[in-house]
């Protein structure tokens, strides 16, 4: 699986992006994605994830009721909608994917493929 993220930007505090994750192969519906972000001098962190089917997430308390996630599998696509963005939401962004079922793994080391990252800054 060959993972496409796109979308990120420069925006202002209390602004939205749409952040979109698009994948190859014809197997999509048989992965968990995930989005994860990296911060300037920090480690890599969960963002959001969601089951293959769609209907199991898990968001980080840090985007709770601002962030949300869909997929449209028959476009090989997954999305991450980002509402009410802070200054400390600043990081590359990161789309992931691993073959599984049911509920999705929030754990980095669970996911096998990974997009190449997008740049999300947000000024106060």
């Known amino acids: 699986v060959q993972l496409q993220a796109s979308g990120g930007g420069e925006v202002q505090a209390g602004d939205s992006l749409r952040l979109s994750c698009a994948a190859s192969g014809q197997t999509f519906s048989s992965y968990a994605m995930g989005w994860f972000r990296q911060a300037p001098g920090k480690e890599r962190e969960v963002v959001v994830v969601t089951s293959s089917s769609g209907d199991y997430t898990r968001f980080a308390d840090s985007v709770k009721g601002r962030f949300t996630i869909s997929r449209i599998n028959a476009k090989n696509t997954v999305y991450l909608q980002m509402n009410s963005l802070k200054p400390e939401d600043t990081a590359v962004y990161f789309c992931?994917?691993?073959?599984?079922?049911?509920?999705?793994?929030?754990?980095?080391?669970?996911?096998?493929?990974w997009g190449q990252g997008t740049q999300v800054t947000v000024s106060s």
């Open positions: 992931a994917a691993t073959k599984t079922f049911g509920q999705p793994p929030a754990r980095e080391s669970e996911y096998d493929y």
